[in-house]
């Protein structure tokens, strides 16, 4: 669902090293989950998505997993690099066409 | 290259005084989609349309109203801006299945 609070939930990590960002999603019936990333004063970017009949998907230094048990949904970045430093993004889509809902948002910040 | 265009980038208007944002795209994508993004916030989507049918969110304000003419082109309108409406707005296409481009976004301020 929506994020109504005014911070987001940081995550702060060293250039080089591994993120993980997660996010729980609302609708056992959602059928197909999307992460964005969206830098300052940009508008959201596709990154990585993945259909429900799927647990697991690579991209090209991002992998997504699908947990349909515990309605989660993580987000990995192999040696993050600074320009990995935004704000991403969980969407889902549930029964209602092409409609997405987003979570909250989680802010990743890299040390250089 | 295909793209989502969001025009102007920046808006200024007074409290009270109706504005314009426009969106266009090159994708030929049939479904467009108007959101609302305040800080720190996650996208909140406002109204979408099918081809021409308009799809309206229960929880849009009457203040927003939107028009799209053709295909490439979709237009939101913010009847008598408060100062509870300054946000980043967001237009996004998409086919009917598949996933949603963003354009930049128009930053809305309202004095």
């Known amino acids: 669902g929506e994020s109504v609070g005014l911070h987001l939930p940081t995550l702060s990590v060293q250039e080089g090293d591994n993120s993980i960002i997660n996010c729980a999603y609302s609708?056992?019936?959602?059928?197909?989950f999307i992460w964005y990333k969206q830098e300052s004063g940009k508008g959201p970017q596709f990154i990585i998505d993945?259909?429900?009949?799927?647990d697991k998907r690579q991209g090209q230094r991002v992998t997504v997993l699908l947990n349909k048990t515990v309605k989660h949904l993580s987000l990995q970045i192999a040696a993050t690099q600074p320009g990995d430093s935004a704000v991403y993004f969980c969407?889902?889509?549930?029964?209602?066409?092409?409609?997405?809902?987003f979570g909250g948002g989680t802010r990743l910040m890299v040390k250089p | 290259d295909a793209m989502v265009i969001q025009n102007p980038r920046y808006q200024v208007t007074q409290f009270g005084k109706p504005v314009t944002l426009s969106c266009s795209q090159t994708?030929?994508?049939?479904?467009m989609y108007w959101y609302q993004q305040k800080s720190s916030q996650a996208p909140k989507l406002l109204f979408h349309?099918?081809?021409?049918?308009?799809?309206n969110e229960a929880d849009t304000p009457d203040n927003f109203q939107s028009r799209r003419p053709n295909t490439s082109f979709c237009f939101l309108d913010i009847r008598s801006p408060g100062l509870g409406d300054a946000a980043m707005y967001l237009c996004?296409?998409?086919?009917?299945?598949?996933?949603?481009?963003f354009g930049p976004g128009t930053r809305l301020t309202v004095l």
């Open positions: 996004a296409t998409s086919t009917r299945v598949g996933e949603q481009f």
């Open positions: 609708n056992s019936a959602s059928d197909y």
């Open positions: 993945i259909r429900s009949n799927m």
């Open positions: 969407a889902e889509r549930g029964n209602a066409g092409n409609m997405l809902t």
């Open positions: 994708l030929n994508h049939n479904v």
């Open positions: 349309y099918y081809d021409k049918d308009f799809n």
